[in-house]
């Protein structure tokens, strides 16, 4: 799979742990002003797809979760990638082996 932001081009698992290592602020993650409630933002790079959900946990505990919200929000940009930009999970090298 191809990072949306840069070059690097790996396997599904190494594109998650990429984005979660080089691009984790494309997830924003606040406090919504009016509804005191957690949130998470993110917008695709290559469309207009955006995600924009209220989460459960409280917004004392923000900093203890942010990474694992990364992580799942990281999670469903892959399979937006893989459903919606055509991409599949292997790397470029070995797209032909399967
Ligand atoms: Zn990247
Ligand atoms: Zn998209």
């Keep these: 799979m191809q990072c949306p932001y840069c070059n690097f081009n790996g396997h599904r698992m190494d594109l998650h742990a990429h984005l979660m290592e080089q691009h984790a602020e494309q997830v924003k993650v606040f ?24 989460l459960k946990k409280r917004p004392s505990d923000l900093q203890a979760y942010v990474r694992e919200i990364r992580m799942v929000a990281f999670d469903l ?20 082996a399967t």
């Design 77 to 96: 940009f892959l399979y937006h990638l893989m459903l919606d930009h055509g991409q599949d999970a292997a790397d470029a090298e070995n797209q032909d």
């Design 31 to 54: 406090v919504h002003r009016v509804t005191g409630k957690m949130m998470y933002e993110f917008q695709c790079p290559l469309c207009e797809e955006h995600w924009l959900k209220p």
